[in-house]
């Protein structure tokens, strides 16, 4: 999916030091929705609603989830390891989504605010060299936010229009993650680092929640790993096992994921198809090759059977390229399958598949998403 140029460039290269170069074309598009402009949106005016926070469930025996054996093919791409035994979500009625898009770059009514608060940005230690200081005014506006229960960006402030979707000001979800993860570990062993690292993990945890866009989900996967690494540290000065245990756990569920969510995107990948260029008679593939039909229906295969709807939604938007510059065969078979996803239960799937069945990719788009081969 398209995702705004200055957002994710920044967002993708923190991602990137977290998740150890997940090389993917996330960052590649965005140029279409970057270069319009976005109306400003009504602030949020209201404070994060009083929220309490359960204690996490008791830890019992664990069963290390064996995401290298046959069986783990056909998990979704999720945590395995109940992440309640760490950090239980608030019960706080609030979207943060509505909060966090006063911070966007684009239509934010609060960007300036965020601009300050990174410059203020301090060097706590060698693995945090530049995060919000544990007193930083934004950052303390933020504590009570972690502590909702939901955060629903998607219909709730912006629309899913495919390669168009707009994403929220990840860099700044991250940024307060990294914050609170730097404050956990200058004060290691103390029931503040607990509650911390522990604020981060529901920070993650509320990213995912949407299963929109792809590079939402990393993010929120990288701040359950800055908290799960900090919860662990602090469980073993405290010499807390059963805590540490499932802490390593979670961290070693990290890597995993991100694998295959990497996997995945290799295999829905058109960007490898080389040759195309924007031509003055239509988009053209310039060796005239279109999309194997492997390809295709490894494509077709996403939409119908991945659990994840990130992945489902990302499938649509590549069919929304084959539709476009595919065989006539090949987007007669497209426009059929969009038709019915047109008509999912779920609001998100089907507006997604509207929205690739209706509209036209400009040559700026196909572009950004369709980078020729290097020779």
Same mark, same amino acid.
């Given at each position: 999916m398209i995702r705004p140029r200055t957002l994710?460039?920044?967002?993708?290269?923190?991602?990137?030091?977290?998740? @150890?170069?997940?090389?993917?074309? !996330?960052?590649?598009?965005g140029s279409a929705a970057a270069g319009k402009s976005a109306p400003m949106l009504p602030r949020y005016s209201q404070p994060a609603s009083a929220a309490s926070v359960p204690i996490p469930r008791a830890i019992g025996a664990l069963k290390v989830p064996c995401w290298g054996c046959p069986d783990a093919n056909k998990w979704s791409v999720a945590f395995r390891t109940d992440l309640d035994l760490l950090a239980p979500l608030g019960n706080g009625p609030a979207n943060v989504?509505?909060?966090m898009k006063d911070f966007n770059n684009q239509g934010g009514t609060r960007y300036s605010d965020l601009e300050k608060a990174m410059d203020r940005r301090v060097e706590v230690s060698v693995d945090f060299p530049k995060v919000f200081a544990g007193d930083d005014p934004l950052l303390?506006?933020?504590?009570?936010?972690?502590?909702q229960a939901v955060m629903r960006t998607y219909p709730d402030v912006y629309p899913v229009l495919g390669? @168009?979707?707009?994403?929220?000001? !990840?860099l700044f979800a991250l940024n307060l993650a990294k914050g609170w993860a730097a404050r956990a570990a200058s004060h290691p062993g103390t029931?503040?680092?607990?509650?911390?690292?522990?604020?981060?993990?529901?920070w993650g945890r509320l990213l995912r929640q949407d299963d929109v866009t792809i590079v939402q989900d990393l993010v929120g996967l990288a701040c359950?790993?800055?908290?799960?690494?900090?919860l662990y540290d602090a469980a073993v000065r405290q010499g807390d096992q059963p805590l540490a245990l499932a802490s390593a756990m979670v961290l070693g569920e990290h890597a995993p994921q991100r694998l295959r969510t990497a996997q995945?995107?290799?295999?829905?990948?058109?960007?490898a198809v080389e040759g195309f260029e924007p031509a003055s008679t239509g988009h053209v593939f310039v060796s005239g090759r279109v999309p194997t039909e492997a390809k295709l229906a490894a494509i077709l295969e996403t939409?119908?059977?991945?659990?994840?709807?990130?992945?489902r939604l990302e499938a649509i938007a590549q069919l929304h390229l084959v539709r476009q510059l595919g065989s006539k065969a090949q987007a007669a078979r497209v426009e059929e399958v969009l038709d019915s996803l047109g008509r999912s239960p779920d609001p998100i799937v089907a507006a997604a598949a509207r929205h690739a069945r209706e509209t036209t990719l400009d040559d700026e788009t196909l572009s950004a998403v369709l980078k020729p081969k290097a020779p």
């Open positions: 994710v460039l920044a967002a993708i290269a923190a991602v990137t030091l977290l998740a @150890a170069g997940l090389g993917i074309r !996330l960052l590649a598009q989504a509505l909060w303390r506006e933020a504590e009570p936010w972690a502590d390669m @168009a979707t707009r994403l929220p000001n !990840l029931p503040a680092a607990v509650d911390d690292a522990r604020r981060v993990i529901r359950i790993r800055l908290g799960a690494e900090q995945v995107l290799t295999r829905l990948e058109l960007t939409v119908k059977s991945a659990p994840e709807r990130r992945f």
